[in-house]
C-alpha cells in the first residue's frame, strides 16, 4: 500500500482524475501493478491531504537522458525510453504527467533529480 505525496501543482490534477500516472526514482521496494496507490499532497505537513485511492494497472521502467547527438544539454531533445524502448511516444508521456511539454518535464527532472534519470513509470 504505497503512498505517493504530490507537488502543490500537480494536486489537482490528481484530484480530479486528470493525471493518471506518475513518474518516480525506484524505491527499495518498487511499486507493482495491483498495488493499492495512496495519493497525497502535502505529505508530513498539517495540510495533508488524501488525493484519491487507486488501483496500480501498469508500472514500467523509464530513462530519461541528454541526447548524445547535441554538444550540450537541450531539453527540447531528450532520449526517453520504456523499458528500453525508445520509439515511445515522450511527450504524450510528458503531457499525461502533468507538464505542458516535453522540454518543461526533461528539464524538470534535469534540476529536480539530474541525468540520466531511472526510474518507473506508474499508471493508475
Known amino acids: 500500500m504505497p503512498a505517493l505525496n504530490f507537488q502543490s501543482q500537480f494536486a ?16 527499495k521496494r518498487p ?9 497525497y499532497t502535502g505529505m508530513r505537513t498539517k495540510h495533508c491531504t488524501r488525493l484519491m ?4 494497472w ?6 530519461i537522458e541528454k541526447n548524445p547527438a547535441t554538444a550540450r544539454f537541450d531539453p527540447a531533445y531528450p532520449v526517453v525510453s520504456i523499458d528500453g524502448w525508445r520509439g ?6 510528458a503531457i499525461a504527467d502533468g507538464f505542458n511539454s516535453l522540454a518543461e518535464m526533461v528539464s524538470w527532472f534535469h534540476e529536480t ?12
Open 53 to 56: 485511492v487507486a488501483q496500480c
Open 113 to 124: 533529480h539530474g541525468l540520466p534519470f531511472v526510474g518507473q513509470l506508474i499508471r493508475w
Open 31 to 39: 511499486i507493482r501493478v495491483g498495488d493499492t496507490l495512496f495519493l
Open 88 to 93: 515511445c511516444n515522450a511527450h504524450s508521456i
Open 12 to 27: 489537482p490534477l490528481v484530484k480530479y482524475g486528470i493525471k493518471r500516472q506518475t513518474i518516480r526514482a525506484t524505491r
Open 58 to 63: 501498469f508500472v514500467a521502467e523509464i530513462r
